[in-house]
């Protein structure tokens, strides 16, 4: 429970499952409202009708896939139209494809930065004005490990994950003097149905599946972070270790584990 959210309005993209579902139930649970995003609207309404029957707190639901930018502004303008004002927006929206870089197609490469850093950006870009004119607003991007550790197979994913990271540090210390909070999340392999898009063979979840991260705990960690001053969410701890010591050996990471990296 987030004492801080209580009464507060997040806005969360890619609501309809995974941790973005996970997050918005985090939310409800700590007595915050609800602005859902999501392509799925089937996925959303039938959320929205979980939450409002067992939190009775107020969630709205707004069909956008975050690559139709020109519809990005009227859609923030009803939101805002709904509620009055957003205190937190978590830009949890993305995928990936693991495949080798000359393997993966152009148009996956667009679509994945079309999503994961375009989207990300319009959105944020929407909620900023407001957020520094009301003095106070918390910005939450779902960024990746993969951004600070790039590795085999994920060559496109990683780039727009590592673009997230340059962005959301930028904009941290822009908004920062408006009273805005901005974090980036970072968190390894999570057990949900990204993989069935990123890794389509099987053969990376067989390999890391008992590293995976709970959804639930995940959302938690991330909910618990809303409105507190932190600078990135890690998860896990060891494997964040990984990517401090990659930026101080990189030629000795590379070479000590370049067997495991493939395994994806």
């Not at 319009?122 to 003095?135: F, I, S």
């Not at 990204?194 to 099987?202: L, P, V, Y």
């Not at 067989?206 to 001053?229: H, I, R, S, W």
Request: hydrophobic letters at 40%; glycine letters at 8%; charged letters at 20%.
């Amino acid at each position: 429970m987030n004492s801080r959210i209580k009464g507060k309005t997040i806005v969360i993209t890619g609501a309809s499952g995974g941790i973005g579902e996970q997050m918005a139930i985090k939310v409800a649970e700590s007595g915050g409202n609800l602005a859902l995003i999501a392509r799925r609207v089937h996925l959303l309404q039938a959320l929205k009708e979980k939450l409002t029957t067992e939190y009775k707190c107020k969630v709205e639901v707004y069909p956008l896939n975050v690559t139709d930018y020109e519809q990005i502004p009227s859609v923030f303008h009803t939101i805002l139209e709904d509620f009055g004002t957003i205190h937190a927006l978590i830009n949890n929206a993305g995928y990936g494809i693991f495949q080798e870089a000359h393997e993966v197609t152009f148009q996956d490469v667009k679509g994945m930065m079309d999503v994961n850093v375009l989207g990300l950006m319009a959105c944020t870009g929407e909620v900023l004005p407001h957020m520094r004119e009301q003095g106070f607003g918390h910005i939450m991007n779902i960024a990746s490990q993969a951004g600070k550790f790039a590795t085999p197979k994920s060559s496109a994913y990683s780039a727009s994950k590592h673009a997230v990271l340059g962005y959301t540090n930028s904009v941290r210390m822009e908004a920062k003097r408006y009273g805005v909070k901005v974090t980036a999340v970072n968190p390894g392999p999570i057990a949900t149905d990204f993989f069935s898009i990123a890794d389509e063979s099987g053969n990376y979840v067989k390999n890391v599946e008992k590293f995976m991260l709970d959804p639930a705990y995940v959302a938690d960690t991330v909910v618990n972070g809303l409105f507190t001053n932190k600078r990135e969410i890690n998860l896990p701890r060891w494997m964040n270790m990984g990517s401090k010591i990659y930026q101080l050996f990189p030629s000795f990471v590379e070479k000590a584990g370049n067997n495991l990296f493939f395994k994806k």
